[in-house]
């Protein structure tokens, strides 16, 4: 089949109509990689859905899309939202290509290098406060009820809707739903999107089973593993370093019917499964992408997941997007010699002999 954008191939399944000014990066369509190594060594098929190859880089640009389309559609001129980092890389990034303005509040040193060097670079005013996310967002949802801008946070629904592409895409790649997904949890607007996608797929009978949603937050940010909120969330994944998911009932909703579970992930465990899935597989995600494979490894190693089961590792944001951790995360530095032939054969001798 040949191209369509996005919002035309799944128009069925979302608001919008022929008449509507749908916008495009190529966002979607993103790659199911079937993990040969790790579905071996652990006994089950295991693919990656990697969020990363979306046009900035993270499966905001699904939801953004929409709400971003919405806001053109309905007149508005400005967008508005807080960020860990990924939603103001996408919300600049579309509304530079809507001739819209956009206005990004990110908490103070808590931001990838690249993800803020997305969100100046596509031309959005970047406020950052000596605050969290949570802060940020109870922020932009006062302001956006006084000023004439849009609220792209994944509280406005066409975000949700956007999302919930990628559980059609999964379905559509494999032919059936997969017996789990395990996804990445911060503010549960995505765990909200992927169990309404599946749901509303099986009631179009495009599918027969429903998957069992796996939830994983960062240990040091689990309010919904808890039950309470967190007033201070720390982890190194930065992407989902909330306290208050503003989706708490979607998510919880999504593990409950589903039969799945909302479980923990150590910033050791995360960092583990970032480096395996880039050396085993070949794949660079960010390291909050990477809390849905440590859940993985986790439910595995508790002997939760049945042998052969099909399990779907959704990795949000490429790996590109966090340099910095990449570089102090890997215990090895370049092998720095001479300009010339013999130095660097003898430097290839000496690492190729450990
Ligand atoms: N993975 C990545 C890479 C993210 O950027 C986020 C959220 C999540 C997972 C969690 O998704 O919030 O829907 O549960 N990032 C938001 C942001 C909060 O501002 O970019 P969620």
Redesign the pocket.
């Known amino acids: 089949m040949s191209w369509q954008p996005l919002l035309r191939k799944y128009q069925e399944f979302l608001p919008i109509n022929e008449q509507t000014p749908i916008l495009s990066l190529h966002e979607g369509n993103t790659p199911l990689i079937e993990a040969k190594q790790l579905s071996k060594e652990l006994g089950i098929r295991l693919f990656l859905k990697f969020e990363g190859m979306n046009p900035t880089g993270?499966?905001?640009d699904r939801g953004m899309v929409l709400a971003v389309t919405k806001a053109l559609e309905e007149g508005n001129k400005t967008v508005i939202?807080?960020?860990?980092?990924?939603?103001?890389a996408a919300a600049s990034a579309y509304a530079a290509s809507a001739g819209m303005d956009s206005i990004v509040v990110i908490p103070d040193a808590n931001i990838a290098l690249g993800?803020l060097a997305q969100a100046l670079t596509y031309g959005a005013k970047v406020i950052s406060i000596k605050g969290n996310?949570d802060d940020a967002l109870d922020i932009v949802r006062e302001i956006s009820k006084q000023e004439a801008y849009t609220l792209v946070n994944?509280v406005n629904p066409y975000r949700i809707e956007g999302q919930k592409t990628a559980a059609f895409e999964i379905v559509d790649e494999l032919g059936f739903a997969p017996d789990y997904l395990a996804i990445?949890?911060?503010?549960?607007?995505?765990?909200t999107?992927y169990w309404k996608g599946f749901k509303e797929y099986k009631e179009a009978g495009k599918m027969s089973s429903l998957p069992k949603m796996l939830g994983f937050e960062a240990e040091g940010a689990a309010a919904l593993v808890k039950g309470e909120p967190i007033l201070h969330p720390e982890t190194i994944a930065t992407?989902?370093r909330?306290g208050r998911?503003a989706?708490w009932n979607g998510?919880m909703n999504a593990v409950q019917e589903s039969q799945g579970v909302i479980d923990s992930v150590t910033d050791d465990e995360i960092l583990e499964a970032y480096q395996l899935v880039a050396r085993k597989e070949g794949v660079f995600v960010?390291p909050?992408?990477a809390?849905s494979l440590a859940g993985i490894f986790k439910k595995w190693r508790e002997g939760y997941l049945p042998k052969g089961s099909t399990v779907v590792s959704v990795l949000?944001?490429h790996g590109l997007?966090d340099p910095n951790i990449a570089v102090q995360t890997v215990n090895t530095k370049p092998t720095i010699v001479e300009n010339n032939y013999d130095a660097v054969l003898q430097a290839i001798q000496s690492l190729t002999e450990r």
């Open positions: 993270s499966f905001k939202c807080a960020s860990t980092g990924n939603t103001s993800k996310f994944s990445p949890v911060g503010n549960a607007g995505n765990i999107a992407a989902i909330i998911p989706s998510a960010e909050g992408s809390a949000t944001g997007k």
